[in-house]
């Protein structure tokens, strides 16, 4: 309690007028808890965290929090955040999308910013819907599912998210539940070390739209079905893909390193400047 | 020299140079140049770099510029400076992309959705490129807007000799800093001038940014006495100093009988026509538009007032003419001259138009 205590004192705005927008049940919440007690445990002062998302159920997240909070357009956070970076490396620039916002409209941002290896660190909470405008078919919507805009069953093949950020050249990685929040508190950790471009997909529920069409009809069971069909990395490798089909393999699935962007281009400068 | 130090952009016909001499020079000054994925990525990052802290800025054409809207609107609505460079080649679409066209003005006023305001500067000669670049970054910091420098490709392109000033003699604006504590800073409260001061990520001045409506803390609102203040604001920030953005040059327009209006490369061929008229002996005078957004009601109404005719000679099928029709409200006859097939307006055009139409 006390920890809570200090956490919701030291981090929520106390200036910003709750409750918050999503719904009850909504996982989003659930990371954003992880996301400030891995913070508060880090070396980053409040200060210098700059924390950007774009649009959607995720891309409200920022305003609560005592950061340094930039809530941009549809699908582009991770533009922004490739200035930021560049302009004052010092600062942690984190970025927070949903999986329309990253890997639709934000598709094109996502793999370039993956293979330029700006430091960013990216968290994708991917809920397989369209939450925010009432539960349109995304690009992980799985196949055959019905959505408002698949009333027929959904015909596109879904994106693996954490597959393309390992070929667009991301540095790590990573991939859990809300529901394994023990995991996902140490992947942030983790991601947050990385001197470059880091992915972390968040698995979440949406139940007010994505639980109606995959007919889990509460988030206690959309979150049973995480720990049920979660596979640890570990063990996924030794099995085929045939064990592996609508499983959830969970962990640390890219840990590289690249020389990143940001510190070249400082090279760069000392090399070029003027005096 | 206008304290430029960031540049995103994608390469675009014919806008291209800029970004060439911006990868080049940036690095030497300390500053980050980047090329983005597109368009949109690239005016993304500029307003990234300037919450930053940077003065920053891009260069793109028609479709380029198309693609820029969604931010422009975004940096209007979060007040972030910059600067965005158009130069504008034959449209709509891929058009004719290594012609002259005055197609985007019209574009620069009303191309984001919604009400906004917004600056645009249009030079006439490279020395005025330079001249009205170093004003862009000033007019954006000062009123923390973004600013539009609408080139044609003819000046974009354009060799001439020039003189540039001593680094010393430019004056140069930054965007007003907050001078309270970080526990007292209101973000979006207006301190008396209309413009919110603006501290840089990373300052320690903690607060949100968003392009939701929102209230002086920066908090999404849909309250409408939150709403309708904010809008109001963004208007009146700039409306108030309406005075001081007349710039314009004028020519011979004392005892002028027709007065031709016209802005960037179309400028310099009216200026020649009148000089040669004026050897005939036509009473004929030319205005040299330097700013067409906000468009300069107080000028053109005086020079509607004192003219018998108006000539708007332009490189589009009649932008700037509707303007200046706008304003007429009758006081005298405005006509229009357009060209749109690729090619400039030659000064002996605009004169054979001024014989014809001499009272």
Redesign the interface.
């Known amino acids: 309690m006390r920890e809570t205590a200090h956490l919701v004192h030291d981090y929520l705005r106390s200036s910003k007028r709750f409750p918050h927008i999503w719904c009850a049940g909504c996982g989003i919440g659930i990371f954003m808890q992880a996301l400030i007690r891995v913070i508060d445990q880090s070396e980053y002062s409040k200060d210098d965290i700059v924390l950007i998302s774009g649009i959607g159920c995720s891309g409200r997240l920022p305003v609560y929090v005592d950061f340094n909070t930039l809530h941009t357009t549809h699908g582009r956070a991770l533009t922004f955040a490739t200035g930021i970076k560049l302009v004052n490396p010092r600062l942690k620039v984190l970025t927070v999308m949903g999986d329309g916002d990253a890997v639709a409209i934000g598709g094109n941002h996502f793999i370039h910013a993956a293979r330029r290896n700006v430091e960013i660190t990216s968290f994708i909470l991917n809920n397989n819907v369209y939450g925010m405008t009432g539960g349109q078919t995304s690009p992980t919507t799985p196949q055959r599912v019905k959505t408002t805009s698949s009333p027929y069953g959904n015909i596109e093949p879904d994106f693996d998210i954490c597959r393309l950020a390992e070929a667009a050249g991301a540095v790590f990685v990573a991939r859990s539940t809300v529901y394994h929040t023990r995991l996902l508190e140490r992947l942030i950790g983790m991601t947050l070390k990385k001197p470059g471009f880091s992915v972390v997909e968040v698995v979440s529920q949406c139940s007010t739209h994505a639980g109606r069409f995959l007919e889990l009809k509460s988030p206690v069971e959309m979150m049973k079905w995480q720990k049920e069909n979660a596979i640890p990395v570990e063990k996924a490798k030794q099995q085929s893909e045939a064990e592996l089909e609508g499983k959830i393999v969970i962990g640390a699935l890219v840990d590289r390193e690249r020389p990143n962007y940001h510190e070249q281009y400082q090279s760069l400068i000392n090399e070029k400047a003027k005096v | 020299m206008a304290g430029c ?2 540049y ?1 952009g994608y390469p675009i016909t014919p806008a291209t140079e800029i970004m060439e001499i911006m990868a080049r020079k940036l ?6 140049f ?1 090329q ?3 368009e ?15 003065k ?1 800025m891009t260069a793109t054409s028609g479709p380029g510029f198309s693609l820029m809207q ?2 422009i609107g ?1 940096a209007c609505i979060t007040e972030v400076p910059c600067v965005i460079v158009d130069v504008m080649r034959g449209g709509p679409s891929s058009g004719l992309p290594t012609q002259p066209s005055q197609g985007d003005v019209m574009q620069a006023r009303w191309g984001p959705h919604g009400d906004h305001p917004i600056i645009a500067l249009a030079p006439s000669s490279v020395h005025e490129f330079f001249e009205l670049t170093v004003q862009a970054f000033n007019l954006s910091e000062r009123y923390r807007t973004p600013v539009i420098l609408l080139v044609d490709e003819l000046v974009a392109h354009m060799r001439e000799g020039v003189i540039l000033p001593d680094e010393d003699s430019l004056e140069i604006e930054e965007r007003p800093h907050p001078t309270v504590p970080p526990e007292w800073y209101i973000p979006y409260a207006d301190p008396g001038t209309g413009v919110p001061p603006m501290p ?5 001045y ?7 409506y929102h209230d002086i ?1 920066g ?2 609102t849909v309250r409408t006495d939150e709403v309708e203040p904010l809008i109001h604001r963004l208007f009146t920030k700039i409306s108030k100093d309406y005075d001081r953005l007349q710039w314009f040059d004028s020519f011979e327009t004392e005892d002028a009988k027709i007065t031709v209006i016209a802005y960037g490369c179309v400028a310099r061929a009216a200026h020649r026509a009148v000089q040669k008229a004026r050897e005939q002996g036509l009473q004929v005078g030319l205005i040299k538009l330097k700013v067409l957004w906000p468009f300069m009601r107080r000028t053109v109404s005086r020079i509607l007032e004192n003219s018998q005719k108006v000539l708007v000679p332009e490189l589009n099928v009649g932008q700037i003419s509707r303007e200046v029709k706008r304003v007429n409200q009758s006081r005298c006859e405005v006509l229009t001259m357009n060209k749109v097939d690729g090619t400039p307006i030659n000064p002996s055009e605009i004169l054979q138009k001024l014989e014809e139409i001499y009272p």
């Open positions: 130090r960031f995103a690095p030497e000054v300390g500053g980050v980047i983005m994925e597109d949109i990525a690239s005016l993304g990052a500029v307003i990234g770099a300037s919450l930053a802290g940077s920053s969604e931010h975004y840089a990520f990373g300052d320690g903690r607060y949100h940014v968003t392009g939701l803390r908090y999404p």
